[in-house]
């Protein structure tokens, strides 16, 4: 039979091994394959301006406001949205007089700042906060009806503003997993780095 001292000694040995393993080892394993492997997703997906400035991340919406930029989504992710540590959508339901009356107001601001007739349709991404409040993405429909009041404020041609809404819309997965969507930050970027 074993004796007590045996027993903890075996404990205390077990629970250092692991410790070493599991809160040492293998953590500085993991982040050195990331970080070797995949060092832009390992360190966030920065985006940089011109400057190399870091102004965001590929993987969260930020607010654009103004009309030489695209919108993105509603955010209901903090109080003024786009709240990282705040990400969540608002918790209204469809029948909920609220949303509906938030998404009526919003639909009138949209057609109101893009010009659009008074019984254009608009995209519900473009009047609906996504469950995370942190989508960096609008829908192509949603920037195509944006993108003659970007062309307008900066001048430029509304084929121009399309071009680079084409090379900034990230594909389904794949090409069938999730829908084709237009990266607001990197297309915004873009736009401000194109000669003046």
Do not use: W
């Not at 692991?18 to 060092?39: E, K, N, Q, S």
């Not at 010009?115 to 254009?120: E, P, V």
């Not at 970007?150 to 090409?175: F, S, Y």
């Amino acid at each position: 039979m074993k004796s007590f001292g045996t027993e903890i000694r075996a404990a205390v040995g077990s629970t250092i091994v692991l410790a070493v393993v599991c809160c040492g080892a293998y953590p500085l394993l993991v982040t050195g394959v990331t970080r070797t492997l995949f060092r832009d997703k390992a360190d966030g997906s920065l985006i940089k301006d011109a400057s190399g400035k870091i102004v965001g991340s590929a993987l969260l919406g930020q607010t654009f406001t103004g009309e030489k930029y695209f919108h993105p989504r509603p955010s209901a992710a903090g109080a003024n949205g786009y709240d990282a540590a705040s990400s969540s959508g608002t918790n209204l339901g469809p029948t909920s007089q609220k949303l509906n009356e938030q998404i009526k107001d919003r639909v009138a601001a949209y057609r109101t700042t893009n010009g659009l007739a008074a019984d254009q349709a608009v995209p519900a991404d473009a009047v609906t906060a996504s469950g995370s409040g942190l989508d960096p993405h609008i829908s192509p429909a949603n920037a195509g009806l944006q993108a003659a009041r970007v062309a307008k404020a900066r001048n430029l041609p509304v084929e121009r503003v399309r071009d680079l809404m084409q090379i900034h819309t990230d594909q389904p997965d794949l090409g069938i997993l999730g829908d084709a969507g237009v990266h607001v930050l990197k297309l915004n970027l873009a736009l401000d780095d194109l000669p003046r």
